[in-house]
């Protein structure tokens, strides 16, 4: 695809900037220094998550990451289980959790994360989830993914 439809995904992680002013006549002649001001940033996220097989019907659910950098610590395999939870990334159906345990398939930095050991799993573009969901999903239902560590939807979808 064409660079303009993959925009790099930019990070400001709440970074606060100080800056203050004085008047110059010249360069013998100051006044004094103003206040400090300050600002601070937020976070800007562009990655591209798409939510797929929401419709109707359906029982399996599958989650896209098709563009942007790396995404650190999607799902965790617990050794204390042997079971997926979720890290970094959540599924969600009318606001409750889908547990990462229903996970089926799991494509993590372009390999399949069963078998993989126990840890962390990150995602690169390309890779993807599936879920598969206990009863199928009905109209008025809504599918989101949330991005935890900043409380942020990533993308939401209603079945109409």
Same mark, same amino acid.
């Given at each position: 695809?064409?660079?303009?439809?993959?925009?790099?995904?930019?990070?400001?992680?709440?970074?606060?900037? /100080? =800056?203050?002013?004085?008047? +110059?006549?010249?360069? %013998? @002649?100051? !006044?004094?220094?103003?206040?400090?001001?300050?600002?601070?940033?937020?976070?800007?996220?562009?990655?591209?998550?798409?939510?797929?097989?929401?419709?109707?019907?359906?029982?399996?659910?599958?989650?896209? /990451? =098709?563009?942007?950098?790396? +995404?650190?610590?999607? %799902? @965790?395999? !617990?050794?204390?289980?042997?079971?997926?939870?979720?890290?970094?990334?959540?599924?969600?159906?009318?606001?409750?959790?889908?547990?990462?345990?229903?996970?089926?398939?799991?494509?993590?930095?372009?390999?399949?994360?069963?078998?993989?050991?126990?840890?962390?799993?990150?995602?690169?573009?390309?890779?993807?989830?599936?879920?598969?969901?206990?009863?199928?999903?009905?109209?008025?239902?809504?599918?989101?993914?949330?991005?935890?560590?900043?409380?942020?939807?990533?993308?939401?979808?209603?079945?109409?």
């Amino acid at each position: 695809m064409p660079p303009s439809l993959h925009p790099p995904r930019v990070t400001f992680w709440h970074t606060t900037y /100080y =800056w203050r002013v004085r008047a +110059a006549k010249g360069s %013998v @002649e100051f !006044s004094s220094w103003s206040s400090v001001w300050s600002f601070t940033t937020k976070f800007v996220y562009r990655g591209g998550w798409r939510l797929e097989n929401i419709e109707s019907g359906k029982t399996g659910v599958v989650i896209v /990451y =098709w563009y942007g950098y790396r +995404a650190e610590n999607v %799902v @965790e395999n !617990s050794p204390a289980d042997g079971k997926f939870h979720w890290k970094n990334l959540e599924l969600r159906l009318n606001g409750v959790i889908v547990p990462a345990e229903k996970i089926i398939t799991f494509a993590s930095e372009g390999r399949s994360a069963f078998g993989q050991g126990y840890g962390y799993y990150s995602m690169v573009p390309g890779n993807w989830i599936r879920i598969q969901l206990d009863t199928p999903l009905k109209r008025g239902d809504k599918v989101s993914l949330k991005w935890v560590p900043l409380n942020l939807i990533l993308v939401e979808n209603t079945i109409y």
